[in-house]
Each structure stands twice: as C-alpha cells, then as structure tokens.
C-alpha cells in the first residue's frame, strides 16, 4: 500500500534533541542541560503573563508592536528592523525556507547549533560544515566552502555547544570576504553573557551592510524559553521577506506581554551577566581542579572535555543518579564532551562534588 511520502531529504533530517528534564525513579533534579538562565522567571514577566488569562480568546498583535517597540528602546534599534518569531529557531527557519531551498548551499561550522543543519535540509538546500580551530568557527575555512550556490552563512557567536566565539574583526573580515549576495545570520543567543571586549552582537553588522542578520532569544538570559520569543534586526529587505513568510500570530499574547516585562525588570540582564562570569569561572577552575579540561565558553555554559566518549558516557551515568542532568553532545561531533549550563552557586557547587567524586573513582 503506497502512503504520502515527504520529500525524501526530510527523512535524511535527525528530529533535534532537546536537554533531558527527568531521571527516572529521582524526585530533584538540578536541570543544567538546556542553558535556561539561572535565575529562572523574571517576576515582572510572571506578573504579565498571569495578568492575561482572561484575554488569551484574542488573537495578538501579529507586528508585536509594543514588543519590537520595548526592544528598540532597549538596545537602541530601530523598531522597523525587527521581526520577532516563536524562538529565534522560528526565524532561523524562515529564513533558511527563503532564501536556501533546492539547488542551494547553507555553511555552517562543524560544531555549530543543530538548528541549521535541520533548517537548512528541510529547505531543500545542502548544508556544508566547515572544519574549526580549537572548536572555534574558522573563517577562512567558511570563505573556502563558498559556492556560487551558496546563500546563506550561518554562525553562532558566542557558539552552542562549544561556547567559543569570534572577534568584531574577525566577523567583519568574514562579512567583508563573502560575496553581497550571501545572506550572513550572525545567531546572537548568548550575547548577553560575554564578557570578551572585542566582541559585538552583530549590530554594527546589520547597519553596515545590506546582507546581513542578527538573531537573539529570551529563551537565555531573560529565562523564558517556555515563551518561545525570539528576534530578528536585519535590513529592510530582509525584514520584508520574514513578514511576508513568517505566520501571522507567531508570537502568542502571554509571550509578547512577558517578554515587555522581562526587558524592564530592573537589573536583570546586569545581575544575571555577573553571576554567570562569577560562577563560570568558579565551575571551570573546579572542574579543572578534578582533571577535567574545559574549553573557554562566552556562554552560559562550558564544554567539559573528558577526552573519550566512553568517559563522558560514565560521567554523565554518573550525574544522572546523583540528580544531575548535563547535556550529551555527541550528535554535535563531540561525544568525549558534555555541556554543562551555569546555574545558581548551589547547583554549581553540586555538579562540580559530583565530577569531583567520578573522576577521584575513576
Ligand atoms: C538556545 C539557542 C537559541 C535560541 O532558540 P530559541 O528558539 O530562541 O529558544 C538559538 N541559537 C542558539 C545557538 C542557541 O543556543
């Protein structure tokens, strides 16, 4: 009996792996595998979103307006280049299906965020990974991928897993060398917590040049990935192509009211960003301390390298019966690794005895 079959390329796609939530027979879990920030909700956002229950039979402002008004306001942009999706992998979607597609090429580096390897594919279009340096996106490797069939570059940065990132110099020599016509989505999820000075999001990028996207979430520092909100700032052009794409109620009510709420919750971003560069740097040098080696993250997280895959396997055995929950990076290239997210003191604390006690067993 014959059935409705996709096209076949969808079935090459492997469905993304979320971070795990439950251990089965564990009643606290301390859940560091999605990178959710630390300090969970804002309550403003929670105020916001419980004052709604009586008005969700509406439909949202499907511009979400007030919502690219507050981020415009925020981080000083122009409210006009923004197009807020349901989760920036909404967006990474839109514009993979725009602009890729059948007969076209997406880069992505090795180790980059899987989203674009699934996006990319389900366009139709060929997604080519490039090799990195020390788990660092290479631009020279990218410039050497180019085709004339490529049409989009993608690159997270700071980059999930690896959480290593690219200079403002190095991403404008790659924007500088890749051809006009080659779309570069510059995915900003995690620029909130870098510290770094020589970084920039993307936004000077964006205004530059006419080819050229930044992504961000709240799904990160503003702790609302249940939300699902995520943006875009990019050229007119572009924005164009993402409204005319894009569903027309892609951000729920509840979600645009909290995120309003999460950028005005007062010291928020500052509280968060300097708990996480104080208890990165406390859980790198304890884990380091056990002889684990991690590489340098700008995220929310660090990439513990236990240099076998049958190693990391037993480490990660090993947090999931004290409660633990890392994430498995092996889909990403990297099975001797686990990422850990940064969480409150305690929970790093917690993680860091435990890969203390397994590798003094080890
Ligand atoms: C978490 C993350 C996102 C955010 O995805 P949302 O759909 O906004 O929740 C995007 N890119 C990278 C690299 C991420 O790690």
Not at 150 to 173: C, D, H, K, Q, Y
Not at 261 to 271: F, T, Y
């Amino acid at each position: 009996m014959s059935i409705p079959r996709p096209r076949p390329e969808i079935l090459t796609i492997s469905p993304y792996v979320a971070g795990e939530s439950k251990v089965a027979g564990v009643n606290r879990i301390v859940k560091l595998s999605s990178n959710e920030g630390a300090f969970g909700v804002p309550p403003g956002a929670q105020a916001a979103y419980v004052a709604l229950a009586n008005e969700v039979h509406r439909y949202p402002d499907g511009s979400a307006a007030e919502l690219r008004a507050a981020l415009g306001r925020t981080f000083s942009l122009d409210s006009a280049r923004i197009v807020c999706g349901a989760g920036s992998d909404d967006l990474l979607y839109q514009l993979c299906l725009a602009y890729g597609g059948p007969g076209t090429e997406i880069i992505m580096s090795a180790h980059g965020f899987s989203i674009y390897q699934i996006a990319g594919t389900y366009s139709g279009a060929t997604v080519i990974k490039t090799p990195e340096r020390e788990l660092t996106a290479d631009v020279d490797a990218i410039l050497a991928a180019v085709s004339p069939a490529t049409r989009i570059v993608f690159i997270a940065n700071p980059n999930n897993p690896t959480g290593s990132m690219l200079s403002e110099a190095e991403m404008r020599r790659l924007r500088e060398n890749l051809p006009p016509e080659v779309l570069l989505v510059i995915d900003a999820a995690y620029a909130e917590y870098v510290t770094r000075p020589d970084y920039d999001a993307g936004v000077s990028l964006v205004d530059a040049n006419d080819n050229t996207v930044m992504t961000r979430t709240f799904s990160k520092i503003f702790g609302l990935g249940g939300m699902r909100i995520g943006w875009a700032y990019a050229p007119p052009a572009v924005i164009d192509v993402l409204n005319r794409v894009r569903s027309p109620f892609n951000v729920s009510l509840a979600a645009q009211a909290a995120g309003i709420a999460a950028l005005a919750e007062p010291g928020w971003v500052d509280a968060s960003r300097a708990h996480n560069a104080e208890y990165r740097l406390i859980l790198t040098d304890r884990l380091c301390q056990a002889g684990i080696l991690v590489w340098p993250s700008e995220g929310n997280f660090v990439l513990a390298d236990f240099e076998t895959p049958e190693r990391a396997a037993a480490a990660d055995a090993y947090l999931r019966t004290r409660g633990i929950i890392v994430r498995a990076v092996g889909g990403y290239g990297l099975p001797a690794c686990l990422r850990i997210t940064v969480g409150l003191a305690e929970e790093v604390h917690l993680v860091a005895d435990a890969l203390d006690a397994f590798m003094a067993d080890a």
